[in-house]
Protein backbone atom coordinates (compact mmCIF):
# COMPACT_ATOMS: atom_id res chain seq x y z
CA UNK A 1 0.00 0.00 0.00
CA UNK A 2 2.93 2.21 0.38
CA UNK A 3 3.35 1.95 -3.06
CA UNK A 4 -0.13 2.96 -4.21
CA UNK A 5 0.08 6.02 -1.84
CA UNK A 6 3.10 7.27 -3.28
CA UNK A 7 2.13 6.67 -6.87
CA UNK A 8 -1.41 8.16 -6.63
CA UNK A 9 -0.31 11.38 -5.54
CA UNK A 10 3.04 11.20 -7.97
CA UNK A 11 0.45 10.97 -10.68
CA UNK A 12 -2.21 13.18 -9.10
CA UNK A 13 0.31 16.05 -9.30
CA UNK A 14 2.54 16.11 -12.33
CA UNK A 15 -1.26 17.29 -13.96
CA UNK A 16 -1.19 20.64 -12.21
CA UNK A 17 -0.39 23.54 -13.63
CA UNK A 18 1.54 26.61 -11.80
CA UNK A 19 -0.45 29.19 -14.06
CA UNK A 20 -1.19 32.53 -12.23
CA UNK A 21 -4.43 31.39 -10.38
CA UNK A 22 -7.89 33.25 -10.79
CA UNK A 23 -8.66 34.93 -7.76
CA UNK A 24 -12.02 33.86 -6.25
CA UNK A 25 -14.01 36.06 -3.77
CA UNK A 26 -14.13 35.13 0.49
CA UNK A 27 -17.03 33.37 1.17
CA UNK A 28 -18.28 35.87 4.08
CA UNK A 29 -21.09 33.41 5.01
CA UNK A 30 -18.81 31.24 6.85
CA UNK A 31 -18.07 32.55 10.45
CA UNK A 32 -17.63 31.17 13.76
CA UNK A 33 -21.31 30.61 14.35
CA UNK A 34 -22.06 28.79 11.08
CA UNK A 35 -18.87 26.88 11.08
CA UNK A 36 -18.08 23.25 12.18
CA UNK A 37 -14.70 25.11 14.50
CA UNK A 38 -14.03 28.05 15.66
CA UNK A 39 -10.64 28.39 15.01
CA UNK A 40 -9.96 31.36 12.12
CA UNK A 41 -7.30 33.49 11.41
CA UNK A 42 -6.55 36.97 9.70
CA UNK A 43 -5.59 37.47 6.27
CA UNK A 44 -2.90 39.57 7.19
CA UNK A 45 -1.35 36.51 8.78
CA UNK A 46 -1.27 34.92 5.63
CA UNK A 47 0.84 37.69 4.66
CA UNK A 48 2.85 37.55 6.89
CA UNK A 49 3.70 34.06 7.10
CA UNK A 50 4.07 33.87 3.08
CA UNK A 51 6.67 37.45 3.35
CA UNK A 52 8.77 34.97 5.64
CA UNK A 53 9.26 31.93 3.36
CA UNK A 54 10.31 32.48 -0.78
CA UNK A 55 9.51 28.94 -1.20
CA UNK A 56 6.14 29.31 -0.56
CA UNK A 57 5.37 33.33 -1.95
CA UNK A 58 5.15 31.81 -5.08
CA UNK A 59 1.73 30.02 -3.63
CA UNK A 60 0.16 33.16 -2.83
CA UNK A 61 -2.82 33.27 -5.37
CA UNK A 62 -3.17 29.36 -4.77
CA UNK A 63 -3.10 30.18 -0.52
CA UNK A 64 -5.43 33.59 -1.04
CA UNK A 65 -7.81 31.41 -2.93
CA UNK A 66 -8.19 27.90 -0.74
CA UNK A 67 -8.71 30.04 2.63
CA UNK A 68 -10.72 33.01 0.70
CA UNK A 69 -13.40 30.12 -0.27
CA UNK A 70 -13.35 29.09 3.33
CA UNK A 71 -13.36 32.43 4.88
CA UNK A 72 -10.01 31.88 6.56
CA UNK A 73 -11.09 28.85 8.78
CA UNK A 74 -8.55 26.36 9.64
CA UNK A 75 -8.46 22.87 7.04
CA UNK A 76 -6.25 20.99 8.84
CA UNK A 77 -7.34 21.21 12.63
CA UNK A 78 -10.53 21.30 14.14
CA UNK A 79 -11.76 22.02 17.98
CA UNK A 80 -10.22 18.22 18.99
CA UNK A 81 -6.54 19.28 17.14
CA UNK A 82 -4.93 18.13 14.26
CA UNK A 83 -7.80 16.34 11.79
CA UNK A 84 -7.90 13.31 10.44
CA UNK A 85 -7.06 14.70 6.97
CA UNK A 86 -3.78 15.90 8.32
CA UNK A 87 -2.45 12.48 9.90
CA UNK A 88 -3.02 11.20 6.29
CA UNK A 89 -1.06 13.86 4.49
CA UNK A 90 1.41 13.60 6.49
CA UNK A 91 2.18 10.15 6.81
CA UNK A 92 1.96 10.07 3.25
CA UNK A 93 4.54 12.53 2.96
CA UNK A 94 7.02 10.43 5.15
CA UNK A 95 5.89 7.31 2.76
CA UNK A 96 6.99 9.49 -0.04
CA UNK A 97 10.15 10.39 1.17
CA UNK A 98 11.56 7.12 2.32
CA UNK A 99 10.57 5.08 -0.31
CA UNK A 100 11.62 7.56 -3.04
CA UNK A 101 14.82 8.39 -1.31
CA UNK A 102 14.11 12.31 -1.72
CA UNK A 103 14.62 14.02 1.20
CA UNK A 104 12.71 17.13 -0.62
CA UNK A 105 9.18 15.32 0.65
CA UNK A 106 10.33 15.94 4.18
CA UNK A 107 10.19 19.91 5.99
CA UNK A 108 11.71 19.38 9.32
CA UNK A 109 9.66 22.67 10.50
CA UNK A 110 6.69 21.04 9.70
CA UNK A 111 7.85 17.88 11.34
CA UNK A 112 8.35 19.33 14.77
CA UNK A 113 4.99 20.73 14.64
CA UNK A 114 3.21 17.90 14.06
CA UNK A 115 5.38 15.94 16.52
CA UNK A 116 4.02 18.73 19.37
CA UNK A 117 0.40 19.11 18.08
CA UNK A 118 0.36 14.59 17.30
CA UNK A 119 1.89 13.88 21.16
CA UNK A 120 -0.29 16.04 23.55
CA UNK A 121 -2.99 15.52 24.87
CA UNK A 122 -4.50 19.18 23.97
CA UNK A 123 -3.20 21.45 21.94
CA UNK A 124 -4.31 24.37 23.32
CA UNK A 125 -1.39 24.74 25.06
CA UNK A 126 0.41 25.76 21.63
CA UNK A 127 -1.89 28.58 19.98
CA UNK A 128 1.00 30.48 19.22
CA UNK A 129 2.41 27.23 16.99
CA UNK A 130 -1.18 26.45 15.69
CA UNK A 131 -1.32 28.76 12.45
CA UNK A 132 1.99 28.35 11.71
CA UNK A 133 1.45 24.50 11.46
CA UNK A 134 -1.42 24.98 9.56
CA UNK A 135 -0.32 26.73 6.71
CA UNK A 136 3.15 24.70 6.72
CA UNK A 137 0.82 21.81 5.79
CA UNK A 138 -1.03 23.47 2.90
CA UNK A 139 2.44 25.32 1.82
CA UNK A 140 3.68 21.20 1.86
CA UNK A 141 0.80 20.74 0.15
CA UNK A 142 1.29 23.00 -2.53
CA UNK A 143 5.25 22.24 -2.81
CA UNK A 144 4.45 18.58 -2.81
CA UNK A 145 2.24 18.99 -5.82
CA UNK A 146 5.34 21.81 -7.64
CA UNK A 147 7.86 18.82 -6.65
CA UNK A 148 5.91 16.10 -8.58
CA UNK A 149 4.94 18.12 -11.55
CA UNK A 150 8.62 19.03 -12.42
CA UNK A 151 9.59 15.41 -11.62
CA UNK A 152 8.19 14.64 -15.47
CA UNK A 153 8.23 17.45 -17.65
CA UNK A 154 6.49 15.80 -20.50
CA UNK A 155 4.67 17.46 -23.46
CA UNK A 156 2.32 15.62 -24.75
CA UNK A 157 1.53 17.03 -27.54
CA UNK A 158 5.66 16.38 -28.58
CA UNK A 159 4.70 12.84 -28.04
CA UNK A 160 2.51 12.72 -30.54
CA UNK A 161 -0.76 12.97 -28.14
CA UNK A 162 -3.14 15.58 -29.45
CA UNK A 163 -6.29 15.13 -27.07
CA UNK A 164 -6.20 17.69 -24.43
CA UNK A 165 -5.03 17.10 -21.26
CA UNK A 166 -7.17 17.73 -18.48
CA UNK A 167 -6.01 20.95 -15.77
CA UNK A 168 -6.62 20.58 -12.17
CA UNK A 169 -6.97 23.32 -9.89
CA UNK A 170 -4.85 22.46 -6.81
CA UNK A 171 -6.11 25.39 -4.21
CA UNK A 172 -9.86 23.67 -5.25
CA UNK A 173 -8.77 19.95 -5.08
CA UNK A 174 -7.27 20.25 -1.66
CA UNK A 175 -10.57 21.45 -0.52
CA UNK A 176 -12.67 18.73 -2.30
CA UNK A 177 -10.48 15.98 -0.42
CA UNK A 178 -10.79 18.04 2.70
CA UNK A 179 -14.42 18.88 2.90
CA UNK A 180 -15.08 15.04 2.16
CA UNK A 181 -12.39 13.79 4.28
CA UNK A 182 -11.38 11.45 1.54
CA UNK A 183 -10.13 8.39 2.33
CA UNK A 184 -10.82 6.60 -1.44
CA UNK A 185 -7.76 6.95 -3.33
CA UNK A 186 -9.71 7.46 -6.35
CA UNK A 187 -11.02 10.81 -4.83
CA UNK A 188 -7.62 11.81 -4.59
CA UNK A 189 -7.05 11.18 -8.11
CA UNK A 190 -9.74 12.18 -10.50
CA UNK A 191 -8.98 10.24 -13.62
CA UNK A 192 -10.74 8.34 -15.98
CA UNK A 193 -11.49 4.74 -14.73
CA UNK A 194 -8.93 3.41 -17.29
CA UNK A 195 -6.26 5.12 -15.13
CA UNK A 196 -7.53 3.39 -11.67
CA UNK A 197 -7.63 -0.28 -13.32
CA UNK A 198 -4.42 0.24 -14.82
CA UNK A 199 -2.68 1.67 -11.08
CA UNK A 200 -4.48 -1.38 -9.82
CA UNK A 201 -2.36 -3.60 -12.28
CA UNK A 202 0.92 -1.23 -11.47
CA UNK A 203 0.74 -2.68 -7.54
CA UNK A 204 -0.12 -6.10 -8.40
CA UNK A 205 3.51 -6.37 -11.09
CA UNK A 206 5.26 -4.54 -8.46
CA UNK A 207 4.33 -7.31 -6.18
CA UNK A 208 5.66 -10.08 -8.18
CA UNK A 209 8.87 -8.24 -9.19
CA UNK A 210 10.96 -9.89 -6.87
CA UNK A 211 9.29 -13.24 -7.46
CA UNK A 212 9.37 -13.19 -11.39
CA UNK A 213 12.34 -15.56 -12.30
CA UNK A 214 14.93 -13.54 -14.46
CA UNK A 215 16.33 -15.97 -16.30
CA UNK A 216 15.00 -16.83 -20.06
CA UNK A 217 13.01 -20.06 -20.67
CA UNK A 218 14.60 -21.73 -24.14
CA UNK A 219 12.31 -23.49 -26.31
CA UNK A 220 14.30 -26.68 -27.57
CA UNK A 221 11.71 -27.46 -30.41
CA UNK A 222 9.47 -26.02 -32.77
CA UNK A 223 6.44 -25.94 -30.60
CA UNK A 224 4.97 -27.88 -27.79
CA UNK A 225 1.15 -28.63 -28.43
CA UNK A 226 -1.61 -29.85 -25.71
CA UNK A 227 -0.89 -33.23 -24.48
CA UNK A 228 2.43 -33.20 -24.73
CA UNK A 229 5.42 -32.90 -21.86
CA UNK A 230 8.61 -30.95 -21.92
CA UNK A 231 10.79 -30.32 -18.93
CA UNK A 232 10.23 -26.69 -19.65
CA UNK A 233 6.25 -26.79 -18.90
CA UNK A 234 6.77 -26.43 -15.16
CA UNK A 235 8.37 -22.84 -15.68
CA UNK A 236 6.23 -21.92 -17.96
CA UNK A 237 3.22 -22.86 -15.51
CA UNK A 238 5.19 -21.14 -12.51
CA UNK A 239 5.48 -17.68 -14.83
CA UNK A 240 1.78 -17.65 -15.58
CA UNK A 241 0.59 -18.16 -12.48
CA UNK A 242 2.02 -15.28 -11.61
CA UNK A 243 0.77 -13.52 -14.09
CA UNK A 244 -2.59 -14.51 -13.13
CA UNK A 245 -3.33 -16.25 -16.06
CA UNK A 246 -3.27 -19.72 -14.76
CA UNK A 247 -5.01 -20.26 -11.52
CA UNK A 248 -2.86 -23.23 -10.00
CA UNK A 249 0.38 -23.81 -10.29
CA UNK A 250 0.86 -28.00 -10.42
CA UNK A 251 4.45 -27.87 -11.17
CA UNK A 252 4.31 -30.94 -13.30
CA UNK A 253 5.45 -30.96 -16.89
CA UNK A 254 2.34 -32.19 -18.75
CA UNK A 255 0.60 -29.56 -21.54
CA UNK A 256 -2.97 -30.31 -19.71
CA UNK A 257 -6.42 -28.29 -19.94
CA UNK A 258 -5.60 -25.82 -17.25
CA UNK A 259 -2.49 -24.64 -18.96
CA UNK A 260 -4.58 -24.39 -22.47
CA UNK A 261 -6.93 -22.28 -21.48
CA UNK A 262 -3.87 -20.23 -19.50
CA UNK A 263 -2.04 -20.07 -22.56
CA UNK A 264 -4.98 -19.22 -24.79
CA UNK A 265 -5.47 -16.15 -22.15
CA UNK A 266 -2.09 -15.00 -22.49
CA UNK A 267 -1.72 -15.12 -26.17
CA UNK A 268 -5.23 -13.09 -26.42
CA UNK A 269 -3.85 -10.56 -23.58
CA UNK A 270 -0.88 -9.52 -25.85
CA UNK A 271 -2.70 -9.93 -29.34
CA UNK A 272 -0.81 -13.13 -30.76
CA UNK A 273 -2.40 -15.49 -32.64
CA UNK A 274 -4.59 -17.48 -30.34
CA UNK A 275 -2.89 -21.19 -31.54
CA UNK A 276 -3.24 -22.40 -28.32
CA UNK A 277 0.32 -23.88 -28.71
CA UNK A 278 3.33 -22.65 -27.30
CA UNK A 279 5.62 -21.95 -29.57
CA UNK A 280 8.84 -18.95 -29.99
CA UNK A 281 6.50 -15.77 -30.15
CA UNK A 282 5.25 -16.98 -26.69
CA UNK A 283 7.91 -17.99 -24.87
CA UNK A 284 9.77 -14.51 -26.53
CA UNK A 285 6.71 -12.79 -24.47
CA UNK A 286 6.74 -15.12 -21.42
CA UNK A 287 10.50 -13.87 -20.83
CA UNK A 288 9.88 -10.14 -20.76
CA UNK A 289 11.21 -9.09 -17.42
CA UNK A 290 8.82 -7.51 -15.09
CA UNK A 291 11.03 -4.36 -14.69
CA UNK A 292 10.20 -3.55 -18.52
CA UNK A 293 6.12 -4.44 -17.89
CA UNK A 294 6.12 -1.76 -15.23
CA UNK A 295 7.77 0.81 -17.01
CA UNK A 296 5.29 0.18 -20.03
CA UNK A 297 2.46 0.44 -17.55
CA UNK A 298 3.89 3.66 -15.88
CA UNK A 299 4.07 5.06 -19.36
CA UNK A 300 0.58 3.67 -20.21
CA UNK A 301 -0.18 5.33 -16.43
CA UNK A 302 0.90 8.54 -18.09
CA UNK A 303 -1.16 8.36 -20.93
CA UNK A 304 -3.95 7.53 -19.06
CA UNK A 305 -3.90 10.26 -16.62
CA UNK A 306 -4.05 12.55 -20.11
CA UNK A 307 -7.60 11.03 -21.15
CA UNK A 308 -10.78 13.20 -19.96
CA UNK A 309 -13.14 12.32 -17.50
CA UNK A 310 -15.85 10.09 -19.29
CA UNK A 311 -18.55 12.80 -19.10
CA UNK A 312 -20.25 11.64 -22.20
CA UNK A 313 -21.40 8.08 -21.38
CA UNK A 314 -22.21 7.30 -24.99
CA UNK A 315 -18.74 7.72 -26.96
CA UNK A 316 -16.69 5.66 -29.34
CA UNK A 317 -12.51 4.79 -28.55
CA UNK A 318 -9.89 3.68 -31.06
CA UNK A 319 -6.76 2.01 -29.75
CA UNK A 320 -4.46 2.36 -32.27
CA UNK A 321 -2.00 -0.68 -31.00
CA UNK A 322 -4.75 -2.97 -30.09
CA UNK A 323 -6.30 -2.39 -33.74
CA UNK A 324 -9.80 -2.16 -32.27
CA UNK A 325 -13.06 -0.06 -32.25
CA UNK A 326 -14.77 0.50 -29.09
CA UNK A 327 -18.71 1.07 -28.90
CA UNK A 328 -19.29 2.58 -25.16
CA UNK A 329 -23.15 3.20 -24.53
CA UNK A 330 -24.58 4.84 -21.29
CA UNK A 331 -20.46 4.17 -20.10
CA UNK A 332 -20.25 0.03 -20.93
CA UNK A 333 -18.38 -1.21 -23.49
CA UNK A 334 -20.99 -2.74 -25.25
CA UNK A 335 -19.66 -4.20 -28.24
CA UNK A 336 -16.32 -4.00 -30.35
CA UNK A 337 -14.51 -4.57 -33.92
CA UNK A 338 -11.40 -4.70 -35.79
CA UNK A 339 -9.91 -1.86 -37.40
CA UNK A 340 -7.19 -1.19 -39.93
CA UNK A 341 -5.09 1.93 -38.89
CA UNK A 342 -2.09 3.58 -40.50
CA UNK A 343 1.06 2.64 -41.20
CA UNK A 344 4.23 3.97 -39.82
CA UNK A 345 5.20 6.09 -42.16
CA UNK A 346 1.43 7.60 -42.45
CA UNK A 347 0.57 7.02 -38.79
CA UNK A 348 -2.87 7.61 -37.53
CA UNK A 349 -2.74 10.88 -35.50
CA UNK A 350 -3.80 10.23 -31.76
CA UNK A 351 -6.85 13.72 -31.06
CA UNK A 352 -10.71 13.70 -30.27
CA UNK A 353 -13.69 14.81 -32.41
CA UNK A 354 -16.92 14.25 -32.68
CA UNK A 355 -19.17 12.43 -35.13
CA UNK A 356 -21.47 14.12 -36.77
CA UNK A 357 -22.13 12.31 -40.69
CA UNK A 358 -22.41 9.29 -42.56
CA UNK A 359 -22.10 9.80 -45.75
CA UNK A 360 -23.64 6.26 -47.80
CA UNK A 361 -22.09 5.32 -51.44
CA UNK A 362 -18.88 7.75 -51.01
CA UNK A 363 -17.02 9.13 -53.83
CA UNK A 364 -13.11 8.97 -52.84
CA UNK A 365 -11.72 11.97 -53.35
CA UNK A 366 -8.09 10.98 -54.65
CA UNK A 367 -5.33 13.05 -52.22
CA UNK A 368 -2.82 15.22 -54.89
CA UNK A 369 0.14 13.53 -54.33
CA UNK A 370 -2.00 10.35 -54.91
CA UNK A 371 -2.85 12.01 -58.43
CA UNK A 372 0.41 12.89 -59.50
CA UNK A 373 2.31 10.51 -58.27
CA UNK A 374 0.38 7.36 -59.61
CA UNK A 375 -3.01 8.59 -61.30
CA UNK A 376 -0.82 11.08 -64.17
CA UNK A 377 1.76 8.14 -65.16
CA UNK A 378 -1.08 4.83 -65.37
CA UNK A 379 -3.29 7.45 -67.30
CA UNK A 380 0.16 8.33 -69.62
CA UNK A 381 0.21 4.41 -70.25
CA UNK A 382 -3.10 3.84 -70.67
CA UNK A 383 -5.73 6.20 -71.82
CA UNK A 384 -8.86 4.14 -70.66
CA UNK A 385 -7.15 4.05 -66.86
CA UNK A 386 -10.11 6.39 -65.23
CA UNK A 387 -12.73 4.06 -66.93
CA UNK A 388 -11.14 0.91 -65.31
CA UNK A 389 -11.49 1.88 -62.00
CA UNK A 390 -14.18 3.84 -61.79
CA UNK A 391 -12.83 7.35 -61.75
CA UNK A 392 -13.61 10.40 -63.29
CA UNK A 393 -11.60 13.84 -63.36
CA UNK A 394 -14.61 16.38 -61.68
CA UNK A 395 -12.13 19.73 -62.08
CA UNK A 396 -8.67 21.05 -61.96
CA UNK A 397 -6.97 22.86 -59.19
CA UNK A 398 -3.27 24.57 -59.69
CA UNK A 399 -3.18 23.04 -63.44
CA UNK A 400 -3.48 19.28 -61.47
CA UNK A 401 -6.60 16.81 -62.61
CA UNK A 402 -9.21 16.77 -59.58
CA UNK A 403 -9.98 13.04 -59.87
CA UNK A 404 -12.36 10.88 -57.57
CA UNK A 405 -13.55 7.59 -57.88
CA UNK A 406 -17.12 6.98 -57.98
CA UNK A 407 -19.29 5.47 -55.85
CA UNK A 408 -19.45 1.00 -55.89
CA UNK A 409 -18.17 -2.17 -54.83
CA UNK A 410 -14.65 -1.43 -55.58
CA UNK A 411 -14.76 2.15 -54.01
CA UNK A 412 -10.86 2.47 -51.85
CA UNK A 413 -13.65 3.99 -49.16
CA UNK A 414 -15.81 0.48 -49.13
CA UNK A 415 -19.76 1.47 -49.03
CA UNK A 416 -20.01 4.27 -46.14
CA UNK A 417 -17.61 6.03 -44.37
CA UNK A 418 -18.28 7.96 -41.45
CA UNK A 419 -16.82 11.87 -40.65
CA UNK A 420 -15.77 13.78 -37.34
CA UNK A 421 -14.06 16.61 -38.91
CA UNK A 422 -10.80 17.34 -37.65
CA UNK A 423 -7.49 18.90 -39.24
CA UNK A 424 -5.91 15.82 -40.07
CA UNK A 425 -8.34 14.07 -42.56
CA UNK A 426 -8.95 11.05 -40.55
CA UNK A 427 -12.70 9.39 -40.79
CA UNK A 428 -13.76 5.61 -40.23
CA UNK A 429 -14.59 4.13 -43.69
CA UNK A 430 -15.45 0.59 -45.06
CA UNK A 431 -12.89 -1.69 -47.16
CA UNK A 432 -13.35 -3.55 -50.08
CA UNK A 433 -10.43 -5.72 -48.57
CA UNK A 434 -11.98 -7.59 -46.13
CA UNK A 435 -9.21 -10.03 -45.91
CA UNK A 436 -6.69 -7.85 -44.31
CA UNK A 437 -9.23 -7.84 -41.14
CA UNK A 438 -7.87 -11.34 -39.39
CA UNK A 439 -4.48 -10.02 -40.16
CA UNK A 440 -2.40 -9.26 -36.47
CA UNK A 441 -0.68 -6.61 -37.62
CA UNK A 442 -3.39 -4.42 -39.17
CA UNK A 443 -1.25 -0.60 -39.75
CA UNK A 444 -1.63 -0.60 -43.15
CA UNK A 445 -3.91 2.11 -44.47
CA UNK A 446 -2.73 5.82 -45.12
CA UNK A 447 -3.73 7.22 -41.46
CA UNK A 448 -7.73 6.70 -42.35
CA UNK A 449 -9.67 4.08 -40.15
CA UNK A 450 -11.39 1.10 -41.51
CA UNK A 451 -13.60 -0.80 -40.06
CA UNK A 452 -14.40 -4.77 -40.42
CA UNK A 453 -18.22 -4.00 -39.54
CA UNK A 454 -19.37 -0.81 -41.13
CA UNK A 455 -22.80 -1.57 -41.76
CA UNK A 456 -23.71 -2.70 -38.09
CA UNK A 457 -21.96 0.77 -37.25
CA UNK A 458 -24.18 2.62 -39.60
CA UNK A 459 -27.28 0.98 -38.01
CA UNK A 460 -26.04 1.72 -34.30
CA UNK A 461 -25.80 5.02 -34.82
CA UNK A 462 -29.27 5.47 -36.52
CA UNK A 463 -30.77 3.02 -34.05
CA UNK A 464 -32.71 5.81 -32.50
CA UNK A 465 -34.46 6.30 -35.84
CA UNK A 466 -37.18 3.82 -37.11
CA UNK A 467 -36.78 5.01 -40.75
CA UNK A 468 -33.33 3.52 -41.22
CA UNK A 469 -34.58 -0.01 -41.29
CA UNK A 470 -31.99 -2.97 -42.60
CA UNK A 471 -33.29 -2.78 -46.05
CA UNK A 472 -32.58 0.76 -46.04
CA UNK A 473 -29.23 1.08 -45.33
CA UNK A 474 -28.50 -1.67 -47.75
CA UNK A 475 -30.06 0.38 -50.62
CA UNK A 476 -27.94 3.37 -49.26
CA UNK A 477 -25.03 1.70 -49.21
CA UNK A 478 -25.27 1.15 -52.95
CA UNK A 479 -26.67 4.20 -54.43
CA UNK A 480 -25.14 5.92 -57.87
CA UNK A 481 -23.82 8.63 -56.01
CA UNK A 482 -23.28 9.61 -52.28
CA UNK A 483 -25.62 10.54 -50.00
CA UNK A 484 -25.04 12.59 -46.45
CA UNK A 485 -26.92 11.90 -43.45
CA UNK A 486 -26.34 14.19 -40.56
CA UNK A 487 -26.91 12.66 -36.98
CA UNK A 488 -29.14 14.42 -34.32
CA UNK A 489 -26.47 14.83 -32.31
CA UNK A 490 -22.66 13.90 -32.81
CA UNK A 491 -21.26 11.43 -30.59
CA UNK A 492 -17.79 11.57 -29.12
CA UNK A 493 -14.64 10.25 -30.62
CA UNK A 494 -11.18 9.64 -29.23
CA UNK A 495 -8.35 8.08 -31.14
CA UNK A 496 -5.99 6.94 -28.47
CA UNK A 497 -2.15 4.94 -27.95
CA UNK A 498 -2.04 2.68 -25.23
CA UNK A 499 0.51 0.01 -25.44
CA UNK A 500 -1.06 -1.59 -22.17
CA UNK A 501 -4.61 -1.24 -20.94
CA UNK A 502 -7.36 -3.34 -18.96
CA UNK A 503 -10.05 -4.62 -20.73
CA UNK A 504 -13.62 -5.38 -20.11
CA UNK A 505 -13.18 -8.35 -19.09
CA UNK A 506 -10.51 -7.15 -15.99
CA UNK A 507 -7.81 -8.89 -18.71
CA UNK A 508 -4.16 -6.37 -18.70
CA UNK A 509 -3.13 -6.02 -22.21
CA UNK A 510 0.15 -5.28 -23.98
CA UNK A 511 0.58 -4.52 -27.76
CA UNK A 512 3.53 -3.77 -29.69
CA UNK A 513 4.74 -0.57 -30.27
CA UNK A 514 3.86 0.14 -33.77
CA UNK A 515 5.33 3.93 -33.91
CA UNK A 516 7.76 3.89 -31.30
CA UNK A 517 5.70 6.23 -29.06
CA UNK A 518 6.93 4.41 -25.98
CA UNK A 519 10.43 4.76 -26.34
CA UNK A 520 10.48 8.33 -26.66
CA UNK A 521 8.50 8.27 -23.64
CA UNK A 522 10.97 6.32 -22.09
CA UNK A 523 13.66 8.99 -23.18
CA UNK A 524 11.64 11.05 -20.99
CA UNK A 525 10.48 9.37 -17.65
CA UNK A 526 13.07 7.07 -17.18
CA UNK A 527 16.90 7.00 -16.15
CA UNK A 528 18.86 3.59 -17.29
Excluded at 76 to 101: C, R, V
Excluded at 198 to 210: D, N, P
Excluded at 279 to 298: S, Y
Amino acid sequence: MKNTRILLFIILFMSCQQKRAKLVERDTTITQETSYNNLFFDSIQLTHFLSSDSNLLKFQDQFSNFYKQRNYEYAWFDSAGLSEQAHHFYNLLNITATELKDSNFFNPVLAQHYKNFNNKKSNHFFKKDLLKTELLLTGQFFQYAEKVYKGIDLDAAELGWFIPTKKINVASLLDTVLTHKAKDPKLYVPFNSQYHKLEERLYYYYKIQQQYPTDSIVLHKKIISFGDSSTIVSSIKNRLNLLGDLAVNDSTNLFDSSLLKAVQQFQNRYGLSVTSNINKIFIDKLNTPIHVLVENILINLERARWLPQEKDSNYFLVNIPEFKLHVFDSAVNVWDMNVIVGKSATSTVIFNGNLKYIVFSPYWIIPTNIVKNEILPSIKKDKNYLEKNNMEQYGISNGIPMIRQKAGPTNALGLVKFLFPNSYEIYFHDTPNKNYFSATNRSLSHGCIRLSEPKKFASYLLRNDSTYTDATIDSLMNLPKEKWVSLPKSVPVFIVYFTSWVDKYGMLNFRNDIYSHDEKMKQKMFIH
